[in-house]
């Protein structure tokens, strides 16, 4: 395997995670890449060109080129307008590719619907395997859809069918989304490969409480109670309000030295009413205790984690949860949903809390469970520093590797 056609159509791995669509998917692919590139495989990634003064190629790593392809107004194209773009985009790349002697690419590796269906039809000119990660199903979400959310389209749904079909290898995040895609895609379970996301350890690790809260402007004596990611329906950082509220009228003691920081940006379905968690934020009687940060880098992230008492993750439904697992590199306890990956993600009761369902009171138990148990707290610290260690790019990378070893061998059977 020398190198690798990446395709992530709708948003680059270069993007701010947290705000519009970048969110844990842009980490993983370009952290993926990066350790590809490590061990050896060129990675060539394709996305859209959102910017007329992007650079056409851009050398993230050694080894790892972005490649901006322009398909359709730079601007205000929404997630639901790419499919109109999939012909142009499809046509550059192969574009990029004949440039080439027969035979550049070993393999392509499809990130999210979209790029599946521009990934299937490279797959058939080039004579290579197409194996695709999901990250997001139609079908998974609408099952469980956010209150206020709205359904996705037939459209994807069509369009996720047909990549599960084409695909010669579909990677899973977890041993459940192997599951949805089997039962909810009818896919063929032997080709279907588990292989876990993983965490920069370099990056997140455990590091001085104190010390973040210093440089972040928080009190240190402050209880911290933390949301990271994209403000949309899905994520639920509303459930997190609406569970501080109850915690402090349980107990108003707690306020005096309450911090709910919401780190990210509006995405999705959010985008339509920027301002409404901070409007709920203010009809709670919270707003006091809520701080809202734009998305931050990585690094500055870390630092986040690293001061919170514990870290909220309330989302309807994660294929995986990366925010989780890189608060637990850091130390910090978890509490979230038991839904999709978080199951994987979050050890409970071991590395955090999961929490059956989206009742305040429930997550008021859970949170105020934490809050009012240090040995808890640093019970669950510890645990979650080893359970993070389980999830490292580099065994990610190695998988993957076999995986597209895997796939070769099925398209010449």
């Known amino acids: 395997m ?153 459209a994807r749904v069509i369009g996720e069918e047909q990549v599960v079909a084409a695909a010669d290898v579909l990677i899973a995040n977890t041993d459940l989304e192997a599951k949805q895609l089997i039962n909810f895609y009818d896919a063929d379970p032997g080709r279907v490969e588990v292989v876990h996301p993983g965490v920069d350890l370099d990056v997140f690790a455990p590091t001085s409480t104190a010390a973040a809260r210093a440089a972040l402007g928080l009190p240190a004596d402050a209880t911290v109670l933390l ?64 701080r809202f940060v734009p998305p931050v880098s990585q690094a500055m992230l870390g630092q986040w984690y690293a001061a919170a008492t514990l870290v909220a993750v309330p989302s309807y439904n994660e294929s995986f949860g990366l925010v989780a697992v890189e608060a637990q590199a850091c130390g910090t306890p978890v509490v979230a949903a038991a839904v999709g990956g978080l199951t994987t993600a979050v050890r409970d009761g071991r590395s955090g809390l999961l929490v059956d369902g989206h009742r305040s009171e429930q997550w008021a138990d859970a949170l105020g469970r934490i809050v009012r148990d240090p040995a808890l707290r640093e019970s669950l610290a510890l645990g979650a520093l080893m359970h993070a260690r389980e999830f490292t790019w580099e065994a990610t990378a190695r998988h993957t590797l076999e995986t597209y070893e895997r796939a070769r061998e099925l398209v010449r059977a």
């Open 2 to 154: 020398k190198r690798v056609a990446m395709i992530s159509l709708h948003t680059s791995p270069l993007d701010q995670p947290g705000t519009g669509d970048a969110g844990g998917m842009n980490v993983y692919v370009l952290e993926l890449a990066r350790r590809l590139g490590q061990q050896g495989v060129a990675v060539d990634i394709f996305t859209r060109a959102t910017s007329s003064q992007q650079a056409q190629i851009v050398e993230a790593f050694e080894g790892v080129s972005v490649r901006h392809i322009p398909a359709g107004p730079y601007e205000g194209l929404t997630k639901t307008e790419l499919p109109g773009q999939l012909c142009t985009f499809a046509r550059e790349v192969l574009r990029a590719e004949a440039a080439h002697p027969v035979g550049h690419y070993d393999a392509v590796h499809s990130h999210y619907w979209l790029s599946g269906q521009v990934g299937a039809l490279a797959r058939d000119r080039w004579g290579v395997p197409l194996v695709h990660s999901m990250h997001t199903m139609a079908k998974v979400k609408n099952d469980a859809l956010a209150e206020g959310d709205c359904p996705e389209p037939s």
């Open 227 to 290: 949301f990271a990611g994209r403000i949309q329906p899905l994520k639920a950082p509303d459930v997190l309000l609406r569970a501080v509220q109850v915690l402090l009228a349980r107990d108003p003691s707690l306020r005096h030295r309450l911090v709910v920081p919401i780190v990210g940006g509006p995405s999705g379905s959010g985008l339509e009413h920027p301002e409404s968690l901070a409007d709920l934020a203010r009809a709670l009687g919270i707003a006091d205790v809520v």
